[in-house]
C-alpha cells in the first residue's frame, strides 16, 4: 500500500498542477490599490500611514508660511550647518542657476529672464540689497523654503533639496561682496 502511493506520486501526470494544501496561501489574492476592502475596518485597501509617519530623511519644518512672526523665529532659530567652502559655494551657485536665476537674475539683482520678458509679472527682489543680506540665513532659508509673506514667490520646499537650500545661501552671501 504505502509502495503505491509513493509511485503514484511519482508518476505524476505533467500538466497537472498537483494538489495544493491550503490554496489561499499558495495563491495570495492580489487586491486593486484602490478598490473597496473586506479585511479592513473602514474598507480601504490602500492604508494611511500611521499619524506622525514622515518619509526618511525628512526633517519636520515648523514655521508656518507667510506669517512674519514665524518668519522672524525661523531666522533667530535656523543655523546653516554648512561651511562656506569653494565647494559649497560652487554648488550653491549651481543650485541658483537651477532654480532662482530665471527670476532674481545672474547677479541676484531680480532682473531675470521671467520678468524681463514679462513672463512673470511681479517684481522678484533684489537679493543683493541690504533688505535682504541683512536678514540672518535661517530667515532667508525660511523664505526659499516656505515663499515670500506676499505669497507672490512661491515655496522651494518640496523642489531645493535642504542642504541645497543653505548652499545657495552661502552662495548670495559671496555674490554680494
Ligand atoms: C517665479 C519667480 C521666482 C523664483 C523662481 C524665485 N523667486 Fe525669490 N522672489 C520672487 C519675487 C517676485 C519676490 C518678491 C516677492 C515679495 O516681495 O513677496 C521674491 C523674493 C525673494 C526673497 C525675499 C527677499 C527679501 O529680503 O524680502 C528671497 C530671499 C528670495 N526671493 C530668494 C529666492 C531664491 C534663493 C530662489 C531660488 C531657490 C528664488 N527666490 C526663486 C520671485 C521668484
Known amino acids: 500500500m504505502l509502495m503505491i502511493a509513493f509511485l503514484m506520486s511519482c508518476n505524476r501526470d505533467k ?30 485597501t490602500m492604508i494611511t500611514p500611521a499619524e506622525g509617519t514622515i518619509p526618511r530623511g ?20 535656523l543655523m546653516n550647518p554648512l561651511e562656506a567652502s569653494t565647494a559649497v559655494i560652487t554648488e550653491g551657485k549651481r543650485q541658483y542657476e537651477i532654480y532662482c536665476i530665471h527670476c532674481h537674475g545672474a547677479q541676484g539683482k531680480g532682473d ?11 517684481k522678484p527682489a533684489n537679493l543683493m ?14 523664505i526659499i523654503t516656505m ?10 520646499g518640496s523642489q531645493v533639496q535642504s542642504q541645497n537650500r543653505w548652499a545657495i545661501i552661502h552662495y548670495l552671501r559671496q555674490l554680494a561682496k
Request: aromatic share 16%; proline share 9%.
Open 129 to 142: 540689497d541690504p533688505i535682504t543680506q541683512n536678514k540672518p540665513d535661517g530667515e532667508i532659508y525660511h
Open 58 to 77: 525628512f526633517t519636520p519644518y515648523p514655521f508656518k508660511a507667510k506669517s512674519f512672526e514665524d518668519q522672524v523665529a525661523a531666522g533667530k532659530t
Open 112 to 122: 531675470g529672464h521671467l520678468y524681463t520678458s514679462k513672463l512673470f509679472l511681479a
Open 147 to 156: 515663499g515670500t509673506l506676499s505669497g507672490l514667490m512661491g515655496p522651494h
Open 15 to 44: 500538466n497537472h498542477p498537483g494538489y495544493t494544501y491550503f490554496p489561499d496561501m499558495a495563491y495570495s489574492q492580489a487586491a486593486e490599490t484602490y478598490s473597496p476592502s473586506a479585511v479592513f475596518a473602514d474598507g480601504r
